[in-house]
């Protein structure tokens, strides 16, 4: 059963727009959330990070929001850039308990010039 | 500075055989964790140091896969005898301590079983 879920697999969006990518979990204990990025044959580099007592955390081009009665998250790019084409995972953990990161399947977001 | 160090990039074996994998974490990061990455997948943690205690082990499959962390630095991980489903990327990862999640990933290790 998978408690971090990215329903869509791809995201093509146009240089310049907006790309959202989304995220849902199932686990009320998790209490912190975070976007990693990842580019082929390369690790996964941390992106941006939320608390559950925020509801939005902004980094540059970067915007995550938490809806947490419905348990659901999203990554906003503004504007997004080629160079942002990679795959995007939602990850989630119970920081309070020191648990483990749970990471979602991931998302290719393909920015088209 | 150098990031997480992990090598071989890519491995090719046949089943059966055994294989390691070896990981330097950043310089002064007490935590260490090893994933799995399934094609089409996240990743999948299979163990976690904390120096050189082992504190979650609870999704490494025992039978086949062991680690080892001496002297709180530096990680092999070994699989023996390796099954056709164990071709995956194995990933490293560090951080400074628990709690953050924000991990420093290593560029992974390929692992092709024929």
């Known amino acids: 059963d998978q408690q971090v879920k990215q329903n869509s697999p791809s995201l093509s969006v146009q240089e310049g727009r907006i790309s959202i990518l989304n995220c849902d979990y199932t686990?009320?204990?998790?209490?912190?959330f975070l976007w990693y990025k990842k580019y082929p044959a390369e690790g996964p580099t941390f992106l941006i990070s939320?608390?559950?007592?925020?509801d939005k955390n902004e980094d540059g081009r970067f915007t995550v929001f938490l809806n947490k009665s419905a348990k659901h998250l999203s990554l906003h790019i503004v504007p997004s850039q080629p160079g942002d084409s990679a795959v995007y995972f939602c990850?989630?953990?119970?920081?309070?308990?020191?648990?483990?990161?749970?990471f979602g399947k991931g998302t290719k977001l393909s920015v088209k010039p | 500075e150098a990031g997480v160090v992990q090598s071989p990039r890519y491995k090719i074996i046949e089943k059966k055989q055994p294989v390691a994998f070896w990981c330097n974490p950043i310089?002064?990061?007490?935590?260490l964790y090893w994933y799995r990455q399934n094609l089409g997948q996240g990743p999948e943690l299979l163990i976690r140091?904390?120096?050189?205690?082992?504190?979650?082990d609870s999704q490494l499959p025992k039978d086949r896969f062991s680690a080892e962390r001496l002297k709180g630095v530096d990680s092999t991980l070994k699989i023996q005898p390796a099954e056709l489903g164990d071709s995956a990327v194995y990933l490293c990862?560090?951080?400074?301590?628990?709690?953050?999640?924000?991990?420093?990933f290593g560029e992974g290790s390929r692992l092709t079983v024929l």
């Open positions: 990862a560090s951080s400074p301590g628990q709690g953050s999640g924000e991990l420093f």
């Open positions: 686990n009320s204990m998790f209490d912190y």
């Open positions: 939320i608390s559950s007592i925020k």
């Open positions: 990850a989630a953990m119970n920081g309070g308990s020191q648990g483990n990161l749970i």
């Open positions: 310089s002064g990061h007490n935590t």
């Open positions: 140091y904390e120096n050189e205690e082992a504190v979650d």
